[in-house]
């Protein structure tokens, strides 16, 4: 499996007991819904290693997990802080104008004042103040990621419609 064909679910924070369980972060809105996976894969050494998984145990956005073959408390250290994914396929379907942020990577944007302004080049994640980065006039372009500025997205057309800010381009194109 590459990892452009998964999502990141959470990461490993710590071992769990002496038996090889480990706590994992979940980075979801729904941890529920991966009550029953199978397995995950682990990024570790810079590749991705399939686990299957013995037990889940969720608790709010953390739960406890206990792959197969992971027996003691020593083997489970070594997957401290590694990142753990799902494959794409395996994230949950969204309303429409709910969008999953690898899915809108070259939309293109519209302005409801001033129309076309660029696409989608980047999402920048910093602790809920997500960004869209987007190219305008040869130049990068940071929008936050905020309701009261997305007014639609168009899937079909690969469009997502805003309402910026008074002089939010302004401060880009006036050094």
Known sequence: MEIEHCFQLGYIVKPHGVHG???IFLDTDNPEYYNKMESVY???QQKLVPFFIE????TGNKATIKFQDVD???LAAQ????????????LPSLGDNQFYYHEIIGYKVVDREVGE????KYIYEANGNDLFAIDY???EILVPIRDEFIQKLDKKASTVFLSLPDGLLDVYLNP
């Open 137 to 139: 006039r040869k130049k």
């Open 55 to 58: 037990t889940f145990k969720p």
């Open 21 to 23: 369980s480990l706590t």
């Open 79 to 90: 997957y401290k802080g590694c990142a753990i994914y799902l494959p794409l396929d395996m």
């Open 117 to 120: 302004i660029g696409k989608v």
């Open 42 to 44: 682990v990024e570790y």
């Open 72 to 74: 003691d408390i020593d």
